[in-house]
C-alpha cells in the first residue's frame, strides 16, 4: 500500500457478521422498538410535531431505523414537513419489501461515523485497527454512540462526550435486559482505546501515488473516490526503498560538502518546555529529517562539547560533537566559514533545527535547498521501477520526474553520436578537438564553444570523445550530420521536437528535457534499439476485484509474433476473413506468440551495440569511472553538466533496467564548483543501482551479426600494422572496417597492412 484517496472508507458486510451485542447497541441507542413497529415511531412522531408546531423547526426527529435508511438513501438531510412525509411514507413501503435484517443491514453500511468512516466496519477499522467482530461491548458501544453526532461524541475528538455517550448505552442495553449489570461494570470501567488508524502506507512512493490518483481521474472521473477502486503499480518496493534512500542520502551529502544556513527559526529562550512542544508539534517532519528545538548547549570551556534538544515526540536526546562538528558556515555555494571549535558556534537555546538518525545516533542535518529527481524503468516496456521526485512531498508536490523540464547537458551527447554512427561514422572516426567560432544565423552572436577544460586535444577518435565528453567535438560531429536530419534522428527516441533547438547547441544538451524522458531514450540503448513507452498503471480493480483495467505495454520481444487477444465476442477485431492467426506449429525456430503489442525497432542492431558499447567506457575509463564500485561489467551510462554548473545528470543501464538523476536547484543557479554530474548526480544513482541490481545476474552486451572486433592504431583509427605494441581493440560493422593500414614510424605506408579480425 502507497496511499489511500477519497473522502470515504466504507467496507460493507452482511447481517450475518454484524456481531449481537452490536445490534443490541444500536437498538438501545437509536431504536429500541425496532423489531416490533412496522418502520413507524408514533411517540416520537408525534413529538417531532409538536417541536416543529410550537418552533417552526424539528430538533428531535423521532425517527426510527428504517426512516433513517430512507432518508440516507433516497432524501435529503433537510429538516421540513414535506421530507418528513416522504421518509413515513418510503419507510412503509421499504418495510413491506425488506425483511428487518435486510434494513438493518443497510443501515450499519451506510451511517456516517465520522473520520471518513461509512458503515460499522470501516469504524471499527479507522477507531480500533480491527474489524467489527473484534471488538469488546465497551468498544462497540463506543461505535454504537457516533451515529446520534460523529463530531460531538467522537472518542478522538471529544474523549469526555464520547465517554458519557458510551457508558449511557451500556446503561441503555442492561435496562433492556441485553446484559447484565456485571457486564455493564465492567465495560463502563474500561478506558477509552480509541485511535486513528489510517491506511496502512508500507512504502513512502508519494510522487508515483499522486501520477497514479491523476490517472485514474481522467480515466474515471469522481467516482474513483467512492466507488472502491484498487490501482496496482509498476513500483517494485525494493527499488523504491533503495530510490528515497538514494536521493536523501545524495541531497544530505551535498549540503555537507556545502556549510549550515543555520536555525529554521529562533525561538523565543524564555519559553518552557511544554510551550516548545507545542510548537514542535506544529512542525511537520521532511523526508527523514526530524525538527528538534536546541533546550542547552554545553559551556565553551566544557571538555566535551555537545547539547541537548527536543523532539516533537516529547523525547530528550543528546547530540554530541561529532554529530554537530561538520557544521562550517555556509557563505555561498562556493565558499564556507571555519571549522567550528564550540557547540555554542552552531547551536543556541531556542533554536529549532534538524535532526537525522543514523547508526552512530542523532546527528545536525538541514533541510536541502537543492533538489533531485531518479526514475529507474524496465527496458524491456518500460514499467517504471522507482521514481522519486524531489527531497520530500510534504515540502513540495512538485514532481521534477515528470514536470521538471531542464537542460541535460552531456547526458545528450549519445543521442547525437546515435545518429552519428547510423550515418557512417564508427567508433575509429578521427574528429578535431580545435577552436572554432560559428556564425550560425540562428544564435544571436558569434559562438565560440569550447571544452570544460578551456583545453583543445588535437585529433580525437570518435569514442573517446564520447567517454571523454568533448564538446567540440560533438559540435563538429553534427555540424557534419546537419542540424534538420539529426533533429528528425532524435526525435524517433520520444523528445518534444517543440523543445529542441534548431542549431548546433543541440550537441551540448541545451534540449529541455524531463528525467523521464532521458530515461525512456536511453533504454533503447538498452534494448537493442526498441522504443518503448514508459508506464506506471498496472492494473485496475472494482470494489468486488473485477478487472477494470490492464496495462498492454509495447514490449521487447525479438522473435515474437503478436496475436491480439479476442474482443468480447470471441473474435479478433482485427483480423479479416482472409486473415488467420499463426498457429504454434506453424511457427518457425525461435518464434513465439504473444498478446502484448511489440516495441518498434528505431535504431537497428548494429547502431544500438556500438552506442551501448562506447556507453561502456564512460564507466570504465570515462567520467562515470566512481561506478566501478558496483563491480558490474555490464553498466554504461553518460554523465552531464550544464553551463555554469547549474544541473548535474547521471543516465546510466544494463540490459534490463535503466535510471536517470538529476540534482539542481528549481530556480536554476550554479551548484558550485566541483559540483559535476560524477560528483552530484553519479554517487545517487551508484546507490539506487547498487540495490536495484542486487542478486541480479550480470546481462552481458551480445555483438549481433555483422560486429566485428579489429587491432587498430589508437592514434589514427587506421588498422594496426604487425607488431603495433600500442594497438587497441575496436569494434566495427563489418562493412566499415578501416581498408588502410597505419604507417609504422619511419615505413612507408605500403611495408603496412594488416587485417585482423577477430
Known sequence: MIAEFGEKRRVPINYEQIPEPFVQAILAAEDSRYFDHGGIDFKGLARAAFQLASTGRIKTGGSTITMQVARNYLLTLERTFIRKFKEIILSLQMERQLSKKEILELYVNKIYLGNRAYGIQAAANVYYGRDIDQLTLAELAMIAGLPKAPSAYNPLANPPRALERRNWILARMQRLGYIDSSQMAEAQQAPITA?????????????????????????????????GFNAYTTIRSADQRAANQAVVAGLMAYELRHGYRGAEQQWDASLTEQQYLDKLRQIPSYASLEPAVVLAVSDPKAELQNASLLLRTGELVELNWDG????????????????????????????????????????????????????????????????????SFQQSKFN??????????????????TAALASGFTPASIINDAPVVFEDKNLESSWRPENYSKEFFGPTRFREALYKSRNLVSIRILRTLGVKPTLEYIQRFGFDGSRLPKNLSLALGSADVTPLELATGYAVFANGGFKVEPYWLERVTDRRGDELYQAQPMTVCEGCIYVPEPDQT????????????????ELQEGETLTSLPLAPRIIDEQTAYLINNIMQDVIKRGTGRKAGKLGRKDLAGKTGTTNDLKDAWFSGFNRDLVASVWVGFDQPQTLGRREFGSTAALPIWIDYMEQALQGLPEAPLIPPQGIVSVRIDPETGLLAYPGQKNAIFEVFRKQDVPTAAAVRQGASASQDSSEDLF
Open 400 to 417: 521534477r520526474v515528470v514536470q521538471g523540464t531542464r537542460q541535460p547537458g552531456s547526458n545528450f551527447k549519445p543521442f547525437v553520436y
Open 324 to 391: 554537530i562538528s561538520w557544521a562550517r558556515p555556509f557563505k555561498s555555494v562556493n565558499s564556507r566559514g571555519p571549522e567550528p571549535t564550540q557547540a555554542a558556534q552552531v547551536l543556541a537555546k531556542g533554536d529549532l533545527v534538524r535532526l537525522l538518525q543514523t547508526d552512530k545516533g542523532w546527528v545536525l542535518r538541514q533541510i536541502p535547498q537543492v533538489q533531485s529527481a531518479l526514475v529507474s524503468l524496465s527496458t524491456k516496456n518500460g514499467a517504471i521501477r522507482a521514481l522519486v521526485g524531489g527531497f
Open 195 to 227: 485511535a486513528y488508524h489510517g491506511a496502512d502506507i508500507e512504502l513512502y512512493a508519494p510522487y508515483i501515488a499522486e501520477m497514479v490518483r491523476s490517472d485514474l481521474l481522467s480515466r474515471y472521473g469522481e467516482s474513483i473516490y467512492i466507488d
Open 570 to 585: 470471441g473474435e479478433d477485431a482485427s483480423l479479416t476473413e482472409l486473415d488467420t492467426p499463426p498457429l504454434e506449429q
